[in-house]
């Protein structure tokens, strides 16, 4: 029965899938063309260009239209489909739970020990780094322009950042409403 072997496939996936989504591609690809046949190679590519355009991460998105497309490949419904989306896409997350949940559990339970404290104090300038590394890759002429091409473009770019920072660094403005308030202003001032 392809639900099972649906199931297994993608939380063997989940399991051993490291490196993100993208890194995932690779094993799906090899699990529902290679080694079930339950895709062509070319739905396999419209689903990565489908899960590559739609909100959410690549390797999530890919599991759940691949689910979808293998049911209805078996010849089983629509309806069955989307069964087969639901199960792909839980088997894919489900690995990343327990062992979130495992974790948890156990720094619950070991979280006053000197060990896990250390621990802690190495990853919070971890984080950081990893935080200005992030911002620091956003700070490209992609996104902020060219000051000598488009000053205009670059100057709104420049202040709808440091609006944003302030906003919700100093007057602790939701990220949401932030963000909203961002896309306003920057269609308010491109007009």
Excluded: C
């Excluded at 000197?114 to 956003?138: S, Y």
């Amino acid at each position: 029965m392809i639900f099972l072997e649906l199931f297994w496939v993608f939380f063997k996936i989940g399991l051993f899938g490291f490196g993100g989504g993208y890194a995932m591609l690779s094993m799906i690809q090899g699990e529902v063309v290679s080694a079930h046949s339950w895709l062509t190679t070319a739905q396999f590519a419209d689903i990565v260009a489908i899960s590559q355009s739609t909100p959410g991460p690549i390797g999530i998105n890919s599991a759940t239209y691949a689910g979808y497309i293998s049911v209805i490949n078996a010849g089983y419904p629509a309806a069955w489909g989307v069964a087969g989306s639901l199960l792909a896409t839980i088997a894919v997350v489900l690995p990343s739970f327990l062992l979130v949940m495992l974790v948890l559990g156990v720094l619950r339970h070991y979280r006053e020990h000197p060990i896990t404290q250390l621990i802690m104090q190495a990853l919070r300038p971890t984080v950081v780094g990893l935080l200005i590394a992030a911002v620091l890759m956003l700070l490209s002429e992609d996104n902020f322009g060219n000051p000598a091409d488009s000053p205009w473009q670059f100057g709104i770019s420049i202040f709808l950042f440091v609006a944003a920072f302030v906003g919700t660094h100093y007057f602790k403005v939701s990220p949401i409403r932030m963000i909203l308030l961002s896309a306003l202003a920057g269609l308010l001032l491109y007009l």
